[in-house]
């Protein structure tokens, strides 16, 4: 070897681009199969696929996680229920592939796909728990936060 040897590789070394890091977790993309918008066009709540598993998404946060997104559905199709209840206006869609999971659900039990996910949101409708409740809390708490602040001169009323 010779004297210049590491000279000569340190110079390589820094004349040569840069490369980006290998990461061992990379996260992959998030494909959404089913949005809820308000009628101001912002995303409400989202459902996606992240390789094998089903992330629900409520206020850009990532709420939980599952195998099977049909109950997920269910719960923002409730969701998209309770908001018009109270007078807001959303939309919920949803992918071809998530609509043919409910279809094939509901072939299962011999129901049409729309009595189906109709029994699957009686069932959030019934249920007097905190999760409904928190996640409706969830949403308004994510409206608030995208809605402009008041100024600081104001008074709140009592």
């Known amino acids: 070897m010779s004297k210049q040897s590491k ?18 977790n990379a996260q992959q993309q998030i494909q959404n199969h089913a949005v809820l918008v308000n009628e101001e066009g912002q995303v409400v ?3 996606g696929l992240q390789r094998n598993e089903w992330l629900l998404a409520i206020g850009g946060q990532t709420m939980g996680n599952a195998d ?8 923002l199709k409730h969701l998209a229920n309770v908001q018009e209840k109270e007078g807001r206006k959303v ?3 949803y992918s071809a592939q998530l609509q043919q999971m409910i ?26 728990g905190e999760e409904v409740t ?15 602040a008041a100024d600081a001169d104001e008074q709140p009323k009592a």
Do not use: C, H
Not at 8 to 15: A, E, P, T
Not at 68 to 75: G, R, S, T
């Open 7 to 24: 000279a000569k590789r340190d110079k390589r070394k820094k004349l040569a681009p840069r490369r980006p890091f290998a990461r061992l």
């Open 45 to 47: 709540a989202a459902i």
């Open 68 to 75: 099977n997104p049909v109950p997920m559905l269910a719960m």
């Open 103 to 128: 279809d094939d659900l509901a072939a299962d039990e011999g129901k049409t796909a729309d009595d189906y996910l109709a029994g699957l949101v009686a069932e959030f409708e019934g249920v007097e």
């Open 91 to 93: 939309t919920l869609e």
């Open 134 to 148: 928190d996640v409706a809390e969830a949403v308004a708490v994510a409206e608030d936060a995208d809605a402009p």
